[in-house]
């Protein structure tokens, strides 16, 4: 099954809107036209609207970092699924290890974001990975494992098409150190199995599993020719229109 690579940035809590703005014309003078790789920029909530209008014309998608679980209430400073398709957002940022370690999701609280997204037509980027003590203590896998199955827990055949999973190494998101091409295929390569032990063999083939962590023009080929890599979730390499831009690039001559 042949998998169209995504790269999607995560801009995290910078730019503002008007910000955003340049960000989004530089992004889309360059890449905006290409349909090889599937691009994806997620800026700040606030940046969103702004974005849609921008994004309308290219080949470029959107994406939000994050979203709550309920649909609607009294939920003061959530954003819901709603909210998000109603400005054009395709795609969603899940479970994010910033947000397990800063706001206390869990796999529990992060399944029932994922399920809600994929209900709403959003399609989900579902983060995973371990820390660094985990990784030392020959952890990796088991921590993997819990993430896959209760992460993913009543997750629709149906709408396998709409799953990405990110694998993003806790040690090496925004540190500078990135997982060798062979780490990361290890891993990636694993969550497949564990997609197809909970999908079957031929749904697992059609999920796309993004790298994250600290990923640079100078490191992108070597992550992306892997078998299971099939694109990148950037963060401070995304902040840079000619750095990202590499990095689709990359991903296309892959
Ligand atoms: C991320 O935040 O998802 C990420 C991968 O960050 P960075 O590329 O900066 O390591």
């Known amino acids: 099954m042949s998998r169209k690579n995504l790269i999607a940035g995560n801009w995290k809590m910078n730019t503002t809107a008007s910000e955003s703005v340049d ?32 994004v309308e014309q290219s080949a470029v998608s959107l ?5 709550s679980a309920e649909p609607s209430g009294a939920f003061t400073g ?16 899940l479970g994010h290890s910033e947000r397990r370690q800063y706001f206390g999701e869990t796999n529990q609280t992060i399944n029932k974001k994922v399920l809600a997204a994929t209900q709403n037509n959003l399609k989900p980027i579902y983060c995973i ?16 494992r819990s993430q896959v199955r ?15 999973m990110a694998y993003e190494p806790v040690w090496a998101i925004g540190t500078g150190k ?3 091409d062979e780490m990361a295929q290890e891993v990636h390569a694993f969550t497949r199995t564990l997609l197809s032990e909970l999908f079957g063999d031929a749904p697992a083939s059609s999920v796309r599993i993004l790298y ?32 990202f831009c590499s990095i689709v690039e990359a991903s296309i001559n892959s």
């Open 63 to 67: 994406g939000a970092q994050n979203m």
């Open 178 to 180: 990135t997982a060798t």
């Open 212 to 243: 994250g962590g600290s990923m640079k023009p100078e490191n992108a080929k070597g992550l992306l020719s892997q078998t299971d890599v099939d694109g990148g979730l950037i963060g401070g390499a995304s902040l840079s229109a000619k750095s």
């Open 23 to 54: 960000l989004i014309n530089e992004i889309n003078s360059i890449v905006g036209q290409q349909t090889h790789t599937q691009v994806c920029i997620c800026p700040p909530f606030t940046s969103l609207q702004k974005a849609s209008g921008l």
């Open 150 to 164: 209760e992460g993913l827990e009543s997750y629709p055949v149906s709408e396998i098409d709409n799953l990405v």
């Open 129 to 144: 990975g371990e820390t660094l003590e985990e990784r030392e203590s020959g952890k990796t896998l088991d921590v993997v």
């Open 78 to 93: 959530e954003i819901s699924a709603s909210m998000l398709r109603d400005l054009y957002v395709s795609y969603v940022i």
